[in-house]
Nanobody, 111 residues
Framework: QLQLVESGGGLVQAGGSLKLSCAAS????????MGWYRQAPGNKRELVAF???????NYADSVKGRFTISRDNAKNTVYLQMNSLKPEDTAVYYC?????WGQGTLVTVSS
């Protein structure tokens, strides 16, 4: 069983930055795709970005050029660097791989 624990959320002004972390309870080396999702109130959960074991990345159009996903397999951690944040980025952000989900971390961007 894999446990994922997100951290790094908080309140930030528009234009600011946050870096989210997702710590896994065991090695993520065997998990090809690690992803970040988000869910805003009243909305469906949506994919933000994912990264493969080889370092290939993919981003939602709404965050391209502002967010960067990375992974440190030695530390069993996945990161999401979020820059130029907008109020519409406000959501609970979840870490995911396969059928495993973290509990989420809240990001609130004020205008």
């Amino acid at each position: 069983q894999l446990q994922l624990v997100e951290s790094g959320g908080g309140l930030v002004q528009a234009g600011g930055s946050l870096k989210l972390s997702c710590a896994a309870s065991k090695s993520i080396f065997n998990f090809n795709i690690m992803g970040w999702y988000r869910q805003a109130p009243g909305n469906k959960r949506e994919l933000v970005a994912f990264i493969t074991i080889g370092g290939n990345t993919n981003y939602a159009d709404s965050v391209k050029g502002r967010f960067t996903i990375s992974r440190d397999n030695a530390k069993n951690t996945v990161y999401l660097q979020m820059n130029s944040l907008k109020p519409e980025d406000t959501a609970v952000y979840y870490c995911n791989t396969q059928s495993f989900w973290g509990q989420g971390t809240l990001v609130t961007v004020s205008s």
